[in-house]
Each structure stands twice: as C-alpha cells, then as structure tokens.
C-alpha cells in the first residue's frame, strides 16, 4: 500500500514539473501548428467522406439504371421503322 502511495505522489509530482517544463509550451505551439496547417488545407471528416460516398454508390446505380433504359429505347427505335 506505501508503494502505490509513492507511485501515486511521484506521478502527482512530475505532471506538476511537466506541465511547468518547457515541453508543455512545446506541445501548445505544435498543436497551433498542426491545426493551423490543417486548416489551410482541403481536408473532409470521415463523416462527411461516407456520406458523399453513399451519394455516388447511389448516383452509379441511378446512371445505370438510365443507361439501360436508353439502350432499351434506341433497340425499340430501331426496331420499329
């Protein structure tokens, strides 16, 4: 039980020298800088991603559809002189 105690107040400790460390700041600027990057670019979330997906999956079929009822209709055409 004294052990966990030790672990425990070191753990305590040293996330309180870390968050007053150098490494912290470090870590806000990298942050800054990623998201700034980040956004500059043309990016989607996979959210939005699946959904255009599930749009051109359906649009696909929806071309398909019409093509063979194209084809159907030029045979007809052809058909009747």
Do not use: H, I, Y
């Not at 600027?29 to 959210?47: I, K, M, Q």
């Not at 997906?53 to 159907?72: F, N, P, Q, S, Y």
Request: proline content about 2%; overall charge negative; charged content about 40%.
């Amino acid at each position: 039980m004294a052990e966990t105690k030790l672990f425990e107040e070191l753990d305590r400790r040293m996330k309180e020298v870390l968050a007053q460390s150098p490494a912290k700041d470090l870590e806000k600027n990298l942050r800054a800088l990623l998201t700034g990057a980040f956004s500059r670019l043309d990016l989607v979330t996979r959210e939005e991603f699946d959904v255009q997906r599930e749009v051109l999956a359906r649009t696909r079929a929806k071309v398909e559809e019409l093509e063979a009822r194209v084809a159907e209709l030029e045979k007809q055409v052809t058909r009747d002189p």
